[in-house]
């Protein structure tokens, strides 16, 4: 939703309920539950959400969301008699792997331009754009693959300043900077 | 857009019952642990976690240092960071300066940092955050009630994959003789989230 407009103020409440519904905590528990019992990754999940129709996700709210996802995953994968397997990792997405990052902190990059049909955690708004690396991460887990069960794949995880000038051209408010966390395959050297 | 007899029409108290039994009778998912999970997230994991990390980082200099090098371990120190969020890859504190101001969004979806301040606000997870932050903060951040002078530099962090933010704001003057109890109840939600600057009150 990075950059969206009209979505008006922000309604901030003083001492709101967690669940202002009871359903709504319900909702909260019963996927945290799933998906560590392996109905679906966190990927898997983050991209059923993802998946719905743009009306519906504006209209039913967070947990809302969360509700309309774990009916589709349910309805997906909890067909007949189909067992649900265990996940082998329930802990971190972090994961060792046999090469070194591309990139170091200072390395000129772009990230790629790229739609892609399926989940992927490089933000609309920051496609095609000039960043600078600012931190380097462990290799995590890579959404875009996991999300539809083609492995886990990890890749090195990086996180990129990015002028705000940059995302945002004449209108950019000043001295500000967005630093977004991005997968090694979204990003190439610039020169 | 067409009906999608998977999601029903009925109300979502009555899904989210459907939904259960069918985790339920399938085995993932017992409802006595359910109960105990929205008990725990109402009553234990919240903002007062984060308020003791900062609170423990404004009076002992050398675990500021460790929880700015590496969130996770330090907050371990104080017992937190347990498997509340467990997927995440990296606990990651940003300082508040004089120079510098830091604020926590997650566009995507609404990635926020459980293990110290539990789950997300109503506000945080609304589409006009998610969209303006990144945007608009200046303006965003003025609307809220924070004014930031022109030679302040605004750092967005857009939680977009598994590391996890949150800001260490600044100590308020007059501070000084306070305790870590008095100190902690300084502390807002908010402040750690980048939407507020800590004053003294009272």
Known sequence: MGGMHGFGAVDRRPDEALFPEAWQGRVCALAGYAIGAGLANLDAFRHAVERMPADRYLADGYYGRWLYALETLAAERLVGDAAVERPEHVGSVVREIDREPRFAAGDAVRTWNRYPQGHTRLPGYARDRRGVIAEVHPACVYPDTNADDRGESPEYLYTVAFDSRELWGEEAEAAATVYIDLFEPYLEATG | ?202
């Not at chain 2, 069918?22 to 234990?44: M, N, T």
């Not at chain 2, 979806?109 to 293990?115: K, L, M, N, Q, R």
């Not at chain 2, 606000?121 to 990144?134: G, L, N």
């Open chain 2, 1 to 202: 857009m067409t009906a999608d007899h998977r999601h029903g029409s009925e109300s979502p108290e009555t899904r989210t019952e459907a939904i259960e039994a069918l985790l339920v009778g399938k085995g993932l998912v017992k409802s006595a642990a359910v109960d105990a999970l929205v008990e725990r997230y109402e009553q234990d994991i919240g903002p007062l976690r984060g308020a003791r990390v900062v609170a423990k980082a404004w009076t002992d200099p050398k675990f500021r240092a460790r929880l700015l090098e590496d969130g996770m371990p330090a907050i371990r120190e104080l017992g937190f960071g347990d498997n509340t969020d467990a997927h995440v890859a990296r606990l990651v504190v940003k300082e508040n300066t004089e120079s510098v101001h830091n604020l926590v969004v997650c566009t995507l979806c609404s990635c926020y940092p459980w293990a110290v301040l539990g789950l997300p606000p109503a506000w945080y997870k609304s589409p006009a955050y998610r969209s303006r932050a990144v945007r608009e903060p200046r303006r965003l951040l003025a609307e809220l009630g924070l004014d930031l002078s022109p030679d302040v530099e605004v750092r967005v962090w857009d939680s977009s994959a598994e590391v996890r933010y949150m800001v260490l704001p600044q100590r308020p003057e007059g501070t000084d003789g306070l305790g870590a109890e008095e100190l902690t109840d300084l502390v807002t939600r908010d402040s750690m989230i980048g939407v507020e600057r800590l004053q003294r009150t009272g």
